[in-house]
C-alpha cells in the first residue's frame, strides 16, 4: 500500500514539474509568429512583417534570444543540480521537494504574468527562467531516492520504466494545456501549470512517506541474497532469517525492541564520483539528454518553420506542374502554433514506450548500459530519416515521431532512473543508502550540462538551416553510445562466462 502511495505520488510530483516545464516551447512560435499570414498591420499603414510579435521577440534575432531564455533555465538547473543532491541528503525529502514545487509554481506564474502586465524587457523572463530553473532540482534527486528507498533491485528496471513515464506525460499534458491558450492569451499557457505544480506541492507535503522505517516496514534489500515471499518479490517484507541491508533478520528487525543505531554519513561528491560506472554513465547522458531536450523546446517550432518551407515549396511546385509533389507536401503544410505542440506530444508518446521497453529488457538480460547502448546506434539513423522524410505525409510524421522518441528517451529515462539507483546503492557502499540523492545529482547534473548546450546549439545552428541541426544530433547520439564502451565491454563479458561454463569450455 505504502509503495503503491510512494510510486503514484512522486509520478504526479514530476509530472507537474515537466508539465510546467513545456509551455516555453509552445508559445516561441506564438512569441514571433509570421504576421504577414495575418494580413496587413491594422495598427498603422506599415508593411512589417514582425507586427504581431511580443517584443523583444520582433527582430530578426529572436531565435538566439529564444536559445538565451532555454539556457537561462537550462544552466541555472545543471548547476543547481550538483548542490542539490548534497541538500537532498540532508534535509528532509518532504519539505525539499513540496517546498521546491511552490517556489517552481510561483516563478512559472510570474513568467505568464508577463503577458497581462505587458512586460517586454528580456531580463524580465530570463530572471524568472534562471529562478525556476534553480527550484526545479529539487524535484529529481527527491523523487529517485524516495523510490530507491522503497524498491529493491530485483524488478527495478522494469518499475522505474514506467513510472518514468511521468517525464513524457508531462510534456504532454504541459503541450495540450499550453495549446489551449497560445493563441489567445498565451499568458494563461504559464498560469496553469504553475497553479498546478504548487497545488500538487502542498499534496506531496501532507501524504509523502520518505522511508519505510517511517511507518513500520523494513527497508528493500539491494545487494544482500534472500529468499522472500512470491507476494513480495522487491523485498520490502522477507520470509524469517532473511537478512536486510544492516544484516539482520526481519523477524527481528521488526520485533525487537529500537535500539539507538548510528546514522551513515552522506557520501562526499568525490566519493560518489569513485562508484563504478557514475563517470560513464554521466558523461553518457550528457549527450543523450542534448538530443532529447532539444526536442523538447525546438520540436514544435520546427514543425512550424518546415511546414511554412514546405508551403511556400508548394507553391512554387504548383506553377511549374508538379502536381504530384503538391499532393504529397499537402498533407503536411502549414500547422499553426496549436497544432504543431499537439503533434510534437507524439515523441513524448514514443518516449513512454521507449522508458518501458528499455527497462523491460535491461532486467531481462541483466545489461543496463548494452540497452541504451542498441537503442542509441538505431536512434543516430532514424533521426536522419525524420529530418527527410518525415514531413513526406500526416502518417510517416507520426511513425517518425514516435519512434525517435522511443529511441532518443528510453537510455535518458533507463539512466536517470534505474542506474542512477542501482548506482547509488552499488555494493560498494557497503549499505550506506545516504549515496542515493548524491549520485542522482551528479549523473542528472552532468545530464542537465547537455540539455542546456542543446537548445542553445539548436538556436545558434537552426539560422543555418535546419539540416545541420539535426547533424549535430546524431553526432552527439554517436557520442553517447561511445562513451559506454568501457561498461558495454564489461556486461558482454559478464555474459559470455556463465555461456562458456554452460558449454563444458575450460580456459587452459
Not at 528493500?220 to 522477507?238: A, F, M, Q
Not at 535500539?259 to 563504478?276: H, K, N, R, T
Amino acid at each position: 500500500r505504502y509503495r503503491g502511495l510512494t510510486l503514484v505520488l512522486t509520478f504526479l510530483c514530476y509530472t507537474s514539474y515537466h508539465l510546467s516545464r513545456k509551455p516555453i516551447s509552445i508559445v516561441k512560435s506564438q512569441l514571433h509568429p509570421n504576421c504577414s499570414a495575418l494580413g496587413p498591420n491594422p495598427r498603422n499603414d506599415s508593411n512589417s512583417s514582425t507586427w504581431c510579435s511580443w517584443a523583444p521577440f520582433d527582430g530578426d534575432n529572436y531565435k538566439e534570444l529564444f536559445g538565451a531564455l532555454d539556457n537561462a533555465f537550462l544552466v541555472a538547473y545543471a548547476i543547481g543540480m550538483f548542490i542539490s543532491g548534497i541538500f537532498g541528503e540532508r534535509l528532509p525529502l518532504r519539505y525539499y521537494l513540496s517546498g521546491g514545487m511552490v517556489l517552481s509554481g510561483l516563478f512559472t506564474l510570474l513568467f505568464g504574468l508577463g503577458y497581462f502586465w505587458d512586460i517586454h524587457a528580456l531580463w524580465y523572463f530570463i530572471v524568472m527562467q534562471v529562478c525556476n530553473g534553480l527550484v526545479q532540482t529539487t524535484g529529481w534527486p527527491s523523487v529517485v531516492t524516495c523510490v530507491g528507498n522503497w524498491f529493491g533491485k530485483g524488478k527495478r528496471g522494469l518499475i522505474m520504466g514506467v513510472w518514468n513515464s511521468h517525464t513524457s506525460v508531462g510534456n504532454i499534458l504541459g503541450s495540450l494545456i499550453a495549446g489551449v491558450w497560445v493563441s489567445s492569451a498565451w499568458g494563461l499557457s504559464f498560469i496553469v501549470p504553475g497553479i498546478i505544480i504548487a497545488a500538487v506541492g502542498i499534496i506531496c507535503f501532507f501524504f509523502l512517506v520518505e522511508y519505510p522505517e517511517d511507518v513500520g516496514c523494513s527497508p528493500p534489500l539491494h545487494h544482500v541474497r534472500v529468499t522472500c515471499s512470491e507476494k513480495d518479490p522487491e523485498g520490502i517484507t522477507c520470509s524469517e532469517g532473511s537478512l536486510s541491508i544492516s544484516g539482520q533478520s526481519s523477524r527481528d528487525h521488526l520485533n525487537s525492541p529500537k535500539e539507538p543505531v548510528e546514522e551513515p554519513e552522506a557520501i562526499s561528491f568525490l566519493g560518489a564520483l569513485q562508484i563504478p560506472g557514475v563517470v560513464e554513465f554521466s558523461l553518457c547522458l550528457l549527450f543523450a539528454k542534448l538530443v532529447s531536450y532539444t526536442f523538447l523546446y525546438w520540436l514544435p517550432l520546427y514543425i512550424v518553420n518546415v511546414g511554412e518551407v514546405l508551403r511556400l515549396g508548394r507553391q512554387e511546385g504548383a506553377g511549374h506542374g508538379e502536381h504530384l509533389l503538391t499532393t504529397l507536401l499537402s498533407l503536411t503544410a502549414h500547422f499553426g502554433a496549436k497544432e504543431a505542440g499537439d503533434l510534437s506530444t507524439l515523441f513524448d508518446v514514443g518516449g513512454i514506450l521507449g522508458g518501458i521497453f528499455a527497462g523491460l529488457i535491461s532486467d531481462y538480460a541483466g545489461g543496463r548500459a548494452t540497452t541504451c547502448c542498441v537503442m542509441l546506434v538505431v536512434a543516430a539513423p532514424m533521426l536522419f530519416l525524420y529530418n527527410y522524410i518525415g514531413q513526406n505525409g500526416i502518417g510517416t510524421s507520426i511513425a517518425m515521431l514516435v519512434v525517435c522518441g522511443a529511441l532518443v528517451n528510453g537510455p535518458y529515462a533507463l539512466i536517470t532512473t534505474a542506474v542512477s539507483a542501482d548506482l547509488g546503492t552499488h555494493e560498494s557502499l557497503k549499505g550506506n543508502a545516504k549515496a542515493l540523492s548524491t549520485v542522482t545529482a551528479i549523473i542528472d547534473g552532468t545530464g542537465s550540462i547537455g540539455a542546456a548546450l542543446g537548445p542553445l546549439l539548436a538556436g545558434l545552428i537552426s539560422p543555418t538551416g535546419w539540416n545541420n541541426v539535426f547533424y549535430m544530433l546524431i553526432a552527439a547520439d554517436v557520442l553517447a553510445c561511445l562513451l559506454l564502451t568501457r561498461v558495454v565491454v564489461k556486461e558482454v563479458r559478464g555474459w559470455c562466462g556463465p555461456m562458456a561454463r554452460q558449454r563444458g569450455y575450460v580456459q587452459p
